[in-house]
């Protein structure tokens, strides 16, 4: 097949070209400029879009014109040129956060919390309408926090600071947390574009078992060969705390029916993604 792929050159996108070549696929990589032009998409029968606003912190507007209107212009101009299935990555955040009635797995009414989420809602919706009114198959994944190779933000953040020993008050939270290695997510993606069924609704997607974040931190520490150095302060002390709710409160997925509709498998165990991505680390980041 002919995969176009915008985004290629960003993080997720870097990890799927290679895994959509090695399944023997064809990948066009589409710039930011090519991105609003209807030629991009021609010849191609599948078409991955990757080129989102990914930082929560951005204005709505920026949000809503890149995130929901580049969506939509995206899909509009894919199924113009005959591009039979359009695969959107969105975000865990579009369900909203978690809640007391157990992980999203797709059947939840969405209610996303900040306006990154409720971007990635209506850019949902906007792809649903073209492909209701086009024909055009629609697939939607909803990772968690991604990781692996070029991360970046809270989770590199967390790295530097077990990497350099910095004591961290984490070990009283009892959280449980899914994530999903960039690895997976790309093979995910792969398995999306060959599926000769398409599921309906969002998918969400994972690495599988969630963890604590004193979990995550000792397996990086291990990961690292740097044991984290954790001590307790009361979770609800944390929360206060600017940019420790990522790391307080639970937020799990249930991808059964990923896993069930379309056979996928996470190919990569979470302590190996880990090591992977901790190589990366001291090859490009550790000073």
């Known amino acids: 097949m ?48 990757l080129a989102n606003v990914a930082h929560t912190a951005a204005g709505e507007a920026l949000l809503h014109r890149v995130n929901v209107e580049g969506t939509r212009h995206a899909a509009e101009l894919a199924a113009g040129r005959g591009v039979k299935r359009f695969v959107y990555i969105s975000s865990i955040k579009a369900s909203g956060e978690q809640t007391a009635k157990g992980p999203f797995d797709g059947s939840e009414t969405p209610a996303p919390q900040d306006a990154y989420g409720r971007a990635k809602l209506a850019a ?24 692996g190779p070029r991360v970046r933000w809270k989770f590199l953040a967390l790295m530097r600071a077990i990497a ?65 150095r954790l001590f307790a302060l009361p979770a609800g002390v944390l929360g206060l705390l600017p940019g420790m709710k990522a790391l307080t409160s639970s937020l799990e997925l249930d991808d059964g029916r990923l896993r069930r509709e379309l056979g996928w498998r996470a190919p990569v165990a979470f302590d190996e993604a880990l090591a992977r991505t901790a190589e990366w680390y001291r090859l490009e980041c550790a000073p």
């Open 164 to 228: 350099r020993g910095w004591p961290l008050p984490l070990a009283a939270i009892r959280n449980r947390r899914s994530l999903l290695y960039v690895g997976n997510l790309a093979d995910a993606i792969a398995c999306c574009v060959e599926a000769k069924q398409v599921p309906g609704g969002a998918l969400p997607v994972s690495d599988g078992q969630p963890v604590s974040t004193p979990e995550l931190c000792d397996a990086l520490g291990r990961a690292l060969a740097r044991p984290a």
């Open 2 to 49: 002919r995969v176009a792929v915008t985004g290629a050159l960003g993080f997720v996108g870097s990890a799927l070209e290679p895994a959509l070549k090695r399944r023997g696929h064809e990948v066009r990589g589409i710039s930011r400029e090519a991105l609003w032009t209807a030629e991009a998409y021609a010849g191609c029968d599948a078409v991955v879009h």
């Open 124 to 147: 949902e919706r906007a792809l649903g309408e073209v492909s209701a009114r086009t024909g055009m198959a629609a697939i939607v994944l909803r990772p968690p926090l991604v990781y």
